[in-house]
T-cell receptor
Framework: QKEVEQDPGPLSVPEGAIVSLNCTYS??????FMWYRQYSRKGPELLMY????GNKEDGRFTAQVDKSSKYISLFIRDSQPSDSATYLC??????????FGKGTRLSVIA | GAVVSQHPSRVICKSGTSVKIECRSL??????MFWYRQFPKKSLMLMAT?????????EQGVEKDKFLINHASLTLSTLTVTSAHPEDSSFYIC???????????FGSGTRLTVV
């Protein structure tokens, strides 16, 4: 079993839709949970960072962590064509390297 | 927020030559930096962990003599691809963590093409 599982998609939604992206992880030692957005031929951009169960909101983005189920989600409200990118979940503990999901390719159609 | 500057963004080199990629943390000190490689439409693959003032830790299967990493200061790590071959063509990305902000910040990446 991989440490982090993420549905690679691709996922295509109409503009304005609510997008739900999900990852599961296997190691309960993971303490930190991140979501990155990566546009083609660019480095990943940190969207959300959290370390506790529950929800964290930032503008149109909400990160949700359920440590008991080892499940993390990213919700995007009022999706825009500019949100079209690959979204990567990442986890780690301490100062260890990030463990990434495979990434989900999202297309928001105008 | 934390910024990691990576240069060059794109480089083309001939087979057999060496290429150096720089990664700088601009507004924070990074005792640890990470180097990744990414193939098209694939996720990031960790190559090595770069520690300031000491030897890098390489992941299994990564040739340390081919991918030389130097982390001489708290704000600069370099990756040198030695005796490059076409199969080394890839997208290389560095990252570092600003402890004050959480999360890891990534550079913009370097697209290496070996011809």
């Amino acid at each position: 079993q991989k440490e982090v599982e993420q549905d690679p998609g691709p996922l295509s939604v109409p503009e304005g839709a609510i997008v739900s992206l999900n990852c599961t992880y296997s190691n309960s030692a993971f303490q930190y949970f991140m979501w990155y957005r990566q546009y083609s031929r660019k480095g990943p951009e940190l969207l959300m960072y959290t370390y506790s169960s529950g929800n964290k909101e930032d503008g149109r983005f909400t990160a949700q962590v359920d440590k008991s189920s080892k499940y993390i989600s990213l919700f995007i409200r009022d999706s825009q064509p500019s949100d079209s990118a690959t979204y990567l979940c990442a986890v780690n503990w301490g100062n260890t390297p990030l463990v990434f999901g495979k990434g989900t390719r999202l297309s928001v159609i105008a | 927020g934390a910024v990691v500057s990576q240069h060059p963004s794109r480089v083309i080199c001939k087979s057999g030559t060496s290429v150096k990629i720089e990664c700088r943390s601009l507004d924070f000190q990074a005792t640890t930096m990470f180097w990744y490689r990414q193939f098209p439409k694939k996720s990031l693959m960790l190559m090595a962990t770069s520690n300031e003032g000491s030897k890098a830790t390489y992941e299994q299967g990564v040739e340390k003599d081919k991918f030389l990493i130097n982390h001489a200061s708290l704000t600069l790590s370099t990756l040198t691809v030695t005796s490059a071959h076409p199969e080394d063509s890839s997208f290389y990305i560095c990252s570092a963590r600003d402890r004050g902000q959480g999360g890891y910040t990534f550079g913009s990446g370097t697209r290496l093409t070996v011809v």
